[in-house]
């Protein structure tokens, strides 16, 4: 099982029309797929036809991430009524923003790691949509991932934000989960006739070559239309959801051939040893960075 975090520090970019754009690719493939929704807007959760009242959530999860809890908080999406297959959606709650908390306690940021230590064997791909900023809840995600794409729009905001995404997911690698690296950038919302918009692509360019998808994700009214009706963009009729749907293969055929070769297995024990090592009871994640940072000077 593979973990992907979709994120942006930037709100307003797209972030989780990519991913539900990348779980529909990754559901026509045949993977089996797990959505957890931690932004607390829960639009992937709307997106994947996840409504209704439910027991458990992943707020839920992430005050106590026992095997009951996280499966009770899973729940297929419609989106598998259309054809076989296996898309689940770990449903959001607005609840969830109390554990989105600027210095987020050490302890606190392992435990969505533990929630899907209890699924491992369940799913192919696990994609995370993230909140739009760099505390608790994101910091969450990064621990337990091992790829994260990052999502911009051509504003010279976004490539600020972008720039600080980079550092922090690096920060996070060198002191908590040495196996997380960049999945890329992605740029959303791109239009080709926008002089601004080909301005801003150049400079991303330039900034961060290699690491820049290929594609332009552009901005088009279908994609509304289809998380509107909560239907995965590879079965919306249409010559431009077929476009969009080759984008979304396109971006996913690159995350998986970065993704390493070792087994989950081999990830979860070499970042417990590293939890096992740094976790210092009372002091939050912040604190420990500093540490150890200030250790490395030493």
Same mark, same amino acid.
């Given at each position: 099982?593979?973990?992907?975090?979709?994120?942006?520090?930037?709100?307003?970019?797209?972030?989780?029309?990519?991913?539900?754009?990348?779980?529909?690719?990754?559901?026509?493939?045949?993977?089996?797929?797990?959505?957890?929704?931690?932004?607390?807007?829960?639009?992937?959760?709307?997106?994947?036809?996840?409504?209704?009242?439910?027991?458990?959530?992943?707020?839920?999860?992430?005050?106590?991430?026992?095997?009951?809890?996280?499966?009770?908080?899973?729940?297929?999406?419609?989106?598998?009524?259309?054809?076989?297959?296996?898309?689940?959606?770990?449903?959001?709650?607005?609840?969830?923003?109390?554990?989105?908390?600027?210095?987020?306690?050490?302890?606190?940021?392992?435990?969505?790691?533990?929630?899907?230590?209890?699924?491992?064997?369940?799913?192919?791909?696990?994609?995370?949509?993230?909140?739009?900023?760099?505390?608790?809840?994101?910091?969450?995600?990064?621990?337990?991932?091992?790829?994260?794409?990052?999502?911009?729009?051509?504003?010279?905001?976004?490539?600020?934000?972008?720039?600080?995404?980079?550092? *922090?997911? @690096?920060?996070? +690698?060198? /002191?908590? &989960?040495?196996?997380?690296?960049?999945?890329?950038?992605? $740029?959303? !919302?791109? %239009?080709?006739?926008?002089?601004?918009?080909?301005?801003?692509?150049?400079?991303?360019?330039?900034?961060?070559?290699?690491?820049?998808?290929?594609?332009?994700?552009?901005?088009?009214?279908?994609?509304?239309?289809?998380?509107?009706?909560?239907?995965?963009?590879?079965?919306?009729?249409?010559?431009?959801?077929?476009?969009?749907?080759?984008?979304?293969?396109?971006?996913?055929?690159?995350?998986?051939?970065?993704? *390493?070769? @070792?087994?989950? +297995?081999? /990830?979860? &024990?070499?970042?417990?040893?590293?939890?096992?090592?740094? $976790?210092? !009871?009372? %002091?939050?994640?912040?604190?420990?960075?500093?540490?150890?940072?200030?250790?490395?000077?030493?």
């Amino acid at each position: 099982m593979h973990v992907l975090s979709v994120s942006s520090l930037k709100g307003g970019v797209g972030k989780t029309t990519v991913a539900l754009g990348l779980a529909s690719a990754a559901f026509a493939r045949g993977l089996r797929t797990l959505v957890v929704d931690l932004d607390p807007q829960c639009d992937a959760t709307t997106g994947l036809g996840a409504i209704g009242v439910f027991r458990e959530t992943v707020a839920d999860v992430l005050q106590s991430p026992k095997h009951n809890v996280v499966h009770r908080a899973i729940v297929a999406s419609p989106w598998a009524q259309a054809r076989s297959g296996n898309i689940d959606v770990m449903v959001g709650s607005r609840s969830v923003s109390v554990f989105d908390t600027p210095q987020p306690a050490l302890r606190e940021v392992w435990k969505l790691e533990e929630a899907l230590s209890r699924v491992e064997n369940e799913y192919d791909l696990v994609i995370i949509d993230t909140p739009p900023s760099l505390n608790g809840l994101t910091r969450t995600a990064w621990v337990c991932s091992d790829r994260v794409l990052l999502v911009t729009e051509p504003s010279i905001y976004s490539v600020v934000a972008s720039q600080r995404a980079m550092s *922090a997911i @690096e920060e996070i +690698r060198r /002191r908590l &989960n040495t196996r997380l690296d960049q999945a890329g950038l992605l $740029v959303n !919302r791109f %239009q080709e006739q926008n002089r601004e918009h080909l301005y801003r692509v150049a400079e991303l360019q330039s900034l961060f070559g290699g690491k820049l998808f290929n594609e332009r994700i552009p901005e088009r009214a279908t994609m509304q239309q289809v998380q509107g009706a909560a239907r995965p963009i590879h079965s919306w009729p249409g010559d431009t959801a077929a476009a969009l749907a080759l984008q979304f293969d396109s971006v996913l055929n690159r995350i998986e051939g970065s993704f *390493a070769s @070792e087994t989950r +297995r081999d /990830r979860k &024990n070499e970042k417990n040893e590293a939890r096992n090592h740094r $976790v210092m !009871r009372g %002091q939050n994640l912040d604190q420990v960075l500093a540490l150890e940072s200030a250790d490395e000077k030493i």
